[in-house]
């Protein structure tokens, strides 16, 4: 091979390595990164809509009716008529009295109408014959003023005797001792054989009306004047025309019982600082029983413009403000700060600051959205049983505030 022939194969080796290499120091470059895809969350669009708003509060029941067993007469318990703990009747006799001399008193009063009776049978004959004979003049004018006045006298004497027959007789009949309103009767005081008087302290036995009965509740004067300006307002609507129902539960008991709110009180008590609400109940069965306490759920009125949010939309700040993510018309993350009343019944919190009409609150995917950070809304829906499902339709942009968004009826209760 010639010289020549060997120099050019030489060159031609090294151009061949050195493209070889820039090919590969070419292909070692990194190429530029793509900016990341915004995050996706589920955004909840905030409506108005009507709620119940009520209250939970303490109270006692109370009997509907008390009344308490006392004699009117002295003497001494023939018998008890009655069983403790049943019910009795208005006008049931529950005691006897022995009324032998009630009765001796009876009919001496009854013998003496008789007499007074006879004797104005007597005089009226004479005193209409000497009303005849003064006309003649053949009597006294003072003769026949006797007569007169001696029948006036005795019709008096009628009528005494009436009003002592009528006394003997009312005192007889308090020998049986009745029940003066229906209910059922406590346990019996005096035993058959004990001597009782008319103006005694000690009651023989009481008698409560248990159907419907009376449910005490006690709210604080905050609370009063929180409702009171909540109404005046207008934020409240209150049905003046019928009464407020009231769930009263007793302790230890899950099922409630419906009654309706009677009348707030007027006053407030200097001991307690609460003003009494009065609530009448329904209770046949006699599950509620005087003194026993029950917990109350008062409905205070509607709230006609109110804010409920998922519980899963709230969190809290390191102040404990509570806050919620909303995303905003160009779809970026910013945070709002709240004011809530509590949570509803269905696990939503009512909201009364921070939020409007139409804001799109995040509540799913909260943990990829970080504030000022642009996202990709989708709108959701929260069910009853907090469960999440998407709403069709367009997702970029403010939502419209007359949108209806679905699955969300009015709640009571909170």
């Known amino acids: 091979m010639t010289d020549s022939s060997t120099s050019f194969a030489a060159r031609l080796a090294l151009a061949l390595v050195a493209g070889l290499l820039l090919g590969t120091a070419g292909c070692s470059q990194e190429q530029p990164a793509s900016a990341p895809a ?26 509907y009716m008390v009344s308490d067993v006392r004699p009117q007469i002295d003497g001494i318990i023939e018998k008890r008529l009655f069983t403790e ?41 004479l005193a209409e014959r000497y009303e005849a004979l003064a006309r003649m003049d053949a009597i006294s004018k003072q003769d026949r003023d006797n007569a007169v006045a001696s029948l006036a006298q005795e019709r008096a004497n009628v009528a005494t005797a009436q ?23 406590g346990a019996s005081v005096y035993t058959p054989g004990a001597l009782v008087t008319a103006n005694q302290a000690d009651a023989l036995a009481s008698i409560n009306k248990l159907d419907p009965i009376f449910v005490d509740i006690q709210q604080s004067v905050a609370q009063y004047l929180t409702l009171k ?3 005046d307002s207008g934020q409240l609507e209150t049905d003046t025309d019928n009464a407020a129902p009231v769930q009263v539960t007793p302790e230890g008991a899950s ?22 609400l009065r609530a009448i109940v329904p209770n046949a069965d006699h599950t509620l029983l005087p003194g026993m306490y029950v917990r109350t759920q008062l409905v205070q009125g509607i709230d006609v413009k109110s804010i409920l949010l998922p519980q ?5 700040d390191a102040s404990g403000q509570p806050t919620a993510l909303v995303v905003d018309a160009n779809d970026k993350v ?15 919190w009512r909201v009364t600051s921070g939020l409007k009409i139409g804001d799109r609150v995040v509540v799913q995917g909260s943990e990829k959205a970080k504030v000022g950070q642009a996202v990709q809304p989708t709108q959701v829906d929260i069910a009853a049983n907090g469960s999440v499902k998407t709403v069709p339709g367009p997702q970029s942009g403010r939502a419209d505030s007359t949108a209806n968004t679905p699955g969300q009826p009015a709640a009571s209760g909170g």
């Open 38 to 63: 915004a995050p996706k969350v589920g955004v909840y669009v905030v409506q108005s809509q009507p709620y119940t708003v009520t209250a939970t509060l303490p109270g006692r029941a109370s009997a």
């Open 85 to 125: 703990g049943t019910e009795v009747k208005a006008g049931q006799v529950l005691y006897q009295i022995d009324a032998r001399r009630y009765q001796a008193a009876y009919d001496s009063s009854k013998a003496e109408l008789s007499q007074a009776r006879a004797a104005v049978e007597s005089a009226r004959p």
């Open 163 to 185: 009003a002592n027959l009528e006394s003997a007789r009312i005192n007889l009949d308090f020998t049986r001792i009745k029940a003066p309103i229906s209910g059922r009767i």
């Open 229 to 231: 300006q909540a109404v």
């Open 255 to 276: 099922t409630p019982m419906t009654g309706k709110l009677q009348f707030a009180g007027v006053s407030v008590n200097q001991d307690t600082g609460s003003v009494m």
């Open 312 to 316: 899963q939309a709230v969190s809290r």
């Open 334 to 348: 910013v945070q709002h700060k709240l004011e809530i009343a509590g949570a509803t019944d269905d696990n939503r």
